[in-house]
């Protein structure tokens, strides 16, 4: 009878145990659950202030850059002249050579391959005769 008595108590106590660990862990969980959650908030809220400042120092970097093409020419000792805008306009306006094609570049491969070769032992012997 006693040792029944003793398992039982054993048991209750186990019982009892255990809904204390669950109920304090549980509450342990759950802070942790808020915190990881407040967390993600200010995460996020942090993000999208670095991206804002980063979308604002961009802006602020490109209207530099045009401010400074603009005024690049106009930094001078002396005022600008006609020829000098000219000129500006002239070099803005300017296209960059289109890539060769492939039929260009063989074309001048070989033009370049029949042409004579010049080196240094030719001109001085031409030179010396």
């Known amino acids: 009878m006693a040792f029944f008595i003793t398992i039982q108590i054993l048991f209750d106590f186990a019982v009892v145990g255990y809904v204390v660990w669950s109920h304090f862990y549980r509450k342990e969980?759950?802070?942790?659950?808020s915190w990881k959650k407040?967390?993600?908030v200010e995460k996020q809220n942090y993000e999208q202030q670095v991206a804002m400042q980063?979308?604002?120092i961009r802006l602020l970097t490109e209207q530099t850059?045009?401010?400074m093409e603009e005024k690049s020419w106009?930094?001078?000792a002396f005022p600008v002249s006609q020829e000098e805008t000219e000129l500006k306009q002239m070099v803005s306006e300017k296209t960059l050579g289109s890539i060769p094609t492939l039929t260009?570049?063989?074309?001048q491969k070989e033009r370049l391959k029949h042409e004579t070769t010049l080196d240094l032992k030719t001109l001085l012997s031409e030179q010396l005769c």
């Not at 969980?29 to 659950?33: A, G, H």
Request: proline share 0%.
């Open 29 to 33: 969980e759950s802070v942790s659950d």
């Open 38 to 40: 407040e967390w993600e």
């Open 54 to 56: 980063l979308r604002s």
């Open 65 to 67: 850059k045009k401010l």
């Open 74 to 76: 106009a930094l001078t």
């Open 104 to 107: 260009e570049f063989e074309t």
